[in-house]
């Protein structure tokens, strides 16, 4: 299933830095009864490169994401893996094509052991794309991530920390080209957090794949990804490196803005307004 590669003539949607794969998100719109969450949305993540996106509560990012991945269809635009368009298909398609994913409220087989979570993953992998599954080792997934010790376990059983990194592995365990994150540090401490950037970090030079991550630990997004975008109310209001978004005035006005929302709710609560 291929179609022509139509990229935005912006620079940063050129070509491919590492001349490998390249995940595409090309003009993506998405509307809910003529309510449009997603507008006209472009952004890309080449393969081995860790790419952030942030944004308010209810900015569309976990919509994206669902597009993206082909859990809801889009209204307009496209997203391609290299010409192979993976929007508008099914999910299966897209792990078939190289995606891999987490969700933001943790989606386990809890009743199937730690193990069982990551060998389903990576028997399917073995069927679509042999050569690559063949070497990945499911006890060294689980090492890497501080898992192997919690094998025979069953997965609901684990610590919620322990849980957002089983999805992890079991989303690598299925070979992907690109892997994307939604809200992976949500319920952490700082020592899970640092260790996940390690980790991550790690899968990502081991697997040479792309990574799109979902956070609101500012913190977090800073120091794992090379680049960022900014989501609110569904459009990119930013894009680049890292100190490059800290200091973009639309960026700073869009958190310090919902801040200070936040703090006014709370003190009106307070006084029973």
């Given at each position: ?26 003009g993506v719109c998405k509307s809910f009864s003529g309510l449009e969450v997603l507008r006209d949305v472009s952004l890309c ?37 290299n010409d192979i368009r993976v929007s508008n298909t099914t999910p299966q398609f897209g792990a078939m094509s190289g995606l ?27 069927r679509d794309k042999p050569g690559k599954a063949a070497a990945i080792d499911v006890d060294d997934l689980l090492s890497q ?129």
């Amino acid at each position: 299933m291929t179609v022509p590669l139509n990229e935005p003539s912006n620079e940063e949607f050129s070509q491919p830095r590492s001349g490998g794969k390249r995940l595409l998100v090309s003009g993506v719109c998405k509307s809910f009864s003529g309510l449009e969450v997603l507008r006209d949305v472009s952004l890309c993540c080449d393969e081995g490169e860790i790419v952030g996106l942030i944004g308010p509560n209810g900015a569309g990012k976990s919509t994206l994401i669902n597009a993206i991945t082909s859990l809801m269809p889009v209204s307009s635009g496209e997203v391609l893996i290299n010409d192979i368009r993976v929007s508008n298909t099914t999910p299966q398609f897209g792990a078939m094509s190289g995606l891999g994913r987490t969700f933001q409220n943790i989606k386990l087989f809890k009743r199937l052991t730690v193990r069982q979570n990551v060998e389903v993953a990576h028997t399917s992998a073995l069927r679509d794309k042999p050569g690559k599954a063949a070497a990945i080792d499911v006890d060294d997934l689980l090492s890497q991530f501080d898992l192997l010790k919690f094998s025979d376990w069953r997965a609901g059983s684990l610590p919620y920390g322990s849980q957002r990194r089983l999805e992890i592995v079991r989303a690598l365990a299925l070979a992907p080209d690109f892997l994307l994150l939604d809200e992976p540090a949500a319920g952490m401490n700082a020592g899970e957090t640092t260790a996940l950037i390690s980790s991550v970090r790690q899968a990502s030079e081991a697997f040479g794949c792309g990574v799109i991550v979902i956070d609101h630990d500012l913190r977090f997004i800073m120091t794992l990804c090379s680049r960022i975008y900014v989501l609110d109310a569904g459009r990119i209001i930013a894009s680049g490196k890292p100190d490059e978004v800290r200091k973009d005035p639309q960026v700073i006005e869009v958190y310090i803005g919902h801040s200070k929302n936040k703090t006014t709710e709370t003190n009106n609560s307070s006084r029973g307004e």
